[in-house]
Structure formats: C-alpha cells, structure tokens
C-alpha cells in the first residue's frame, strides 16, 4: 500500500470514530438546545447541524463526480448556495436535525467504501472556487466533525479533539501559519509553543483567546 493509501486509511478510522463522538453527543438533545447558540458567531446549533449534514452530502457528490472522471462542484453555486443550503433546514426539529445528520454521515462512509481508484485520484472544486484533491477530503471531512462538535457547547470541547487529529492538523496548520508569514517571521511565537498541543491548536483554529497573542488566521 501507496503512502497516500495508509494516510487516507489513517483518516477514515479516525473520521469515523468522530462522527460517532458527534452522535453519541446529539443523543438527548432537544428542540429548545437547537435553537441555542454556539461558538460560531450568528449560528444555532441547528446551523452547525444542519451544515454538517450539507457538508457530508456534498462531498458525497464530489467523490461520486470524481469516480466518473469529473471534476465536481462541492457545492453548485458557490459561496452563496452553500450559506442557503445551511440556512434552509437550521429551523427543524431536534429529531429532524439529528436524522439528517445521521443520514448523512452513513452515507458519506458508504460513499467511501465505493469510490474507486479513479475517484481517490481526482479533484473537485470547493465553495471557495479552489481545487482540492479527492485523497485529502476525509481529513477535511475529520476537520468539520472535530471542531464543529465543540462548536455546538454540549459538553464536548476542544480538550477532547482526538489525539490523532491535533497530531495531524498542527502540521498543517503551522505551515498555514508560516505561509502567511514574512521570511524571518515564520516561527510560532514562544508563548504558542509553550501551550500543550491541543491548547495550541485551538488558538490557532480561533476557539480560545490566549493572553498576550494577537488572534490568527484560522478555521
């Protein structure tokens, strides 16, 4: 097995061990909790919900386009399609939300299961118009499970990310870092390095505030 292949096997277990922490947190949740805020500014918990359920189906479409040789749309439309799409459906029930995103999230692994080579292989284009490639959207997919579970404030915070997801986020995110960065200025300041990794993290995706940092880039 290719590197790429181990990787991507790597993402999946750990996607889906996410998108059961993220059901097992929806078990007894009500209607009066999905209309509640979260972290995200301007977002209920029906908003997280229900975009997490979009964000499933689309990539969904994107490995099936990918598997016949197209380069798919993520979300056709756009930008704006996919803020209607979040918007039209966060009003639901608590039982409607959740079956949604249950739904969705089997249909997603399925979809895993049945991509061919072809599809690993290929590339799709975000809502931003950017390319991204097929063998990279499990983690993308990991991404929006992990930190939009402590986003919805039901007992899960960024404390309890998995190990596996920080190990490999943190790579990535300090080369985002470093990208944004002029040539000389591309370490970490001391006081990010001395946070614990998860602590670290989730300064650098913009869910805790850390004394004396200036607020980044992220997520």
């Known amino acids: 097995m290719s590197d790429v292949g181990r990787l991507l096997n790597e993402h999946v277990v750990g996607c889906a061990a996410a998108h059961q922490r993220l059901l097992a947190a929806l078990e007894i949740l009500t209607d ?127 404390q309890q990310w998995s190990a596996e997801y920080v190990r490999y986020e943190l790579d990535r995110q300090v080369m985002l870092w470093r990208s944004r960065k002029s040539m000389g200025m591309t370490v970490l300041p001391e006081a990010a390095l001395r946070l614990p990794p998860h602590h670290r993290l989730a300064w650098l995706l913009r869910r805790v505030e850390v004394e004396g940092l200036a607020t980044p880039d992220g997520f």
């Open 32 to 158: 009066e909790q999905c209309r509640g805020v979260t972290a995200l500014p301007g977002w209920t918990r029906g908003h997280v919900l229900n975009h997490l359920a979009r964000n499933a189906d689309s990539h969904v479409h994107l490995l099936q386009c990918a598997s016949r040789g197209e380069v798919g749309e993520q979300y056709p439309g756009g930008a704006v399609a996919r803020n209607a799409a979040i918007e039209d459906g966060a009003g639901r029930s608590a039982e409607q939300l959740v079956a949604d995103v249950r739904r969705s999230i089997y249909a997603l692994e399925a979809q895993w299961a049945a991509t061919n080579a072809q599809g690993w292989q290929g590339e799709g284009v975000n809502s931003a118009g950017a390319t991204i490639p097929m063998n990279d959207v499990v983690f993308l997919r990991w991404r929006e499970v992990e930190v939009h579970t402590s986003d919805l404030d039901l007992g899960v915070t960024w």
